[in-house]
């Protein structure tokens, strides 16, 4: 059933940017402008764009064009623009401001009747709480670590694991040349899919991920048996997120003003260090860091945003306000965005593919 008050919508990218974040941004437009005859309104800079003056702007057909194969988002993004607690500084001091009502105010302002939010947990939370003050608004799920629970997969993911993978396949290069072993720390936060699924891809020796806490002697153990037999290279694929048993995971730094202020990372090296100095098998690590959510789409990941992107229209038009648009394969369904944010999707240990890597040999240093 179609919702005939709306005529204007407004599209907002938040969060990390993510390979696929544009491929959803043109198939929402031109869905919105061939099948309902809506007006788009792009908002820059995710929620920032709804608090301050000057950051919007109509999007048109030609504004989508040629946009389906470009990474990040034509929007801009931000990750520092929770309008329930906005954070800026005063006089060198960080105050937290409850700028939502702002928002609510801009949006009657310019006439848009409902909003679309492409993005995280983060961003889906914001649009939650908008939705309880009465915003029509859906949520499109994005993110490389693909670690939402109400969707079989997040767009970005496959991109994300097919650019690590083709890293971990250059890395064995040097691996080999030099007999060392390479640490490759991956992105994910608390969630080890890239790793998992990059590992298996590039038949890495030993993953390391959140989900299966490791013993640094069972590390030591594998790569002295493998260099006892004659294979003087090893592959480690660590999670940004992964820790030793008992353990903490490492975080690089805490950035105060940002909604998703831990960020993690580090592990590759200490790892890497303590190889080298305790078993004295020559190591180094590589971060593969933001290059991890850049470049071109893939072709799944484009087929996926667009696919989202029509079902998050169609929502709105149905009136389906407060639900995120996911994949249950082979179909496109919602869930509520309550839902949507209550818990991640982590890997199993027991899962079918994590025994799969286990049956040909690869080890979770467990
Ligand atoms: O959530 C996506 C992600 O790339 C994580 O894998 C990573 O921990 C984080 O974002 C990095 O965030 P930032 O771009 O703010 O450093």
């Not at 109509?58 to 389906?68: C, E, G, S, T």
């Not at 590039?202 to 490791?214: C, H, K, R, V, Y």
């Not at 002697?217 to 006892?228: A, D, M, S």
């Not at 903490?248 to 003003?257: A, F, G, L, P, R």
């Amino acid at each position: 059933m179609e919702n005939t008050n709306i005529k204007k919508i407004g599209i907002l990218t938040g969060g990390g940017d993510c390979p696929g974040l544009n491929a959803v941004i043109r198939a929402a437009v031109k869905t919105a402008i061939l099948q309902y005859g809506w007006k788009v309104t792009g908002i820059q800079d995710g929620f920032e764009g709804l608090l301050v003056d000057g950051k919007a702007r109509p999007l048109l057909f030609d504004h989508v064009k040629d946009i389906l194969d470009k990474g990040g988002t034509i929007l801009g993004s931000s990750n520092r623009a929770n309008p329930f607690e906005y954070k800026f500084k005063v006089h060198g001091k960080l105050v937290t401001e409850d700028r939502s009502p702002i928002l609510l105010e801009k949006l009657q302002s310019m006439e848009i009747d409902a909003l679309m939010v492409i993005g995280g947990d983060g961003t889906l939370s914001i649009a939650h709480r908008l939705h309880g003050l009465g915003v029509p608004i859906v949520g499109v799920p994005k993110t490389i670590d693909n670690d939402l629970a109400s969707t079989d997969i997040t767009f970005g993911f496959d991109t994300a694991i097919n650019t690590a993978t083709d890293a971990l396949d250059k890395i064995r290069t040097t691996a080999e040349s030099h007999h060392r072993v390479m640490v490759v720390e991956v992105m994910g936060r608390y969630a080890g899919w890239i790793a998992l699924q990059a590992g298996i891809a590039s038949g890495a020796d030993i993953i390391l991920i959140p989900e299966m806490p490791f013993k640094l002697e069972k590390i030591y153990e594998i790569i002295k048996e493998r260099v006892r037999t004659g294979r003087h290279s090893s592959i480690i694929v660590v999670a940004e997120g992964a820790n030793p048993e008992g353990g903490e995971m490492v975080i690089k730094k805490i950035v105060e003003d940002s909604a998703d202020a831990i960020r993690l990372g580090g592990i590759g090296e200490i790892l890497a260090d303590k190889i080298s100095s305790e078993i004295h098998v020559e190591s180094r690590e590589t971060v593969l860091g933001h290059i991890q959510r850049g470049g071109t789409p893939s072709a799944f990941d484009r087929i996926l945003s667009t696919r989202l992107g029509v079902g998050a229209v169609k929502l709105l038009a149905e009136g389906n306000f407060g639900r995120m648009v996911c994949l249950r394969t082979p179909h496109i369904d919602s869930v509520p965005l309550e839902d949507a944010i209550s818990q991640l999707k982590k890997v199993d240990p027991d899962s079918e593919v994590v025994q799969a890597a286990k049956a040909i040999g690869v080890s979770f240093g467990i």
